[in-house]
């Protein structure tokens, strides 16, 4: 058996939904600004490692959910800045939708005597 996996590492799936929704404030952000903002409003109990982030955002990319342009940080450094499509959008609301019937259903298998 392998090791358990840290409780801060964002699972794939969950990684998806935590990023179109990081994007729904119709602010457009690069890869750091992204992980930066999942951190801080988790209060640090989430960690998104770039070696997780990157793939995902090009897989999003791709699929039609994000776009993104070059631009310049707030530290005059040249990065990817991306940002929801209406595809996006739309995936973000059945995401939310899923995670929700999720976590009800997890807790109540929790709850139960």
Do not use: C
């Amino acid at each position: 058996m392998g090791s358990p996996r840290p409780k801060n590492d964002v699972l794939q799936g969950t990684l998806s939904l935590l990023v179109l929704k990081t994007l729904a404030s119709n602010k457009r952000r690069h890869g750091y600004a992204i992980t930066s903002h999942i951190q801080r409003v988790s209060e640090d109990l989430l960690r998104v490692e770039e070696g997780s982030l990157y793939p995902a955002l090009h897989r999003m990319e791709q699929m039609g959910l994000l776009r993104s342009e070059w631009g310049v940080t707030e530290k005059n450094r040249e990065a990817r800045f991306y940002s929801l499509t209406a595809t996006g959008r739309r995936q973000l609301a059945l995401e939310e939708e899923s995670w929700n019937r999720l976590t009800e259903g997890v807790g109540r298998v929790l709850r139960y005597a």
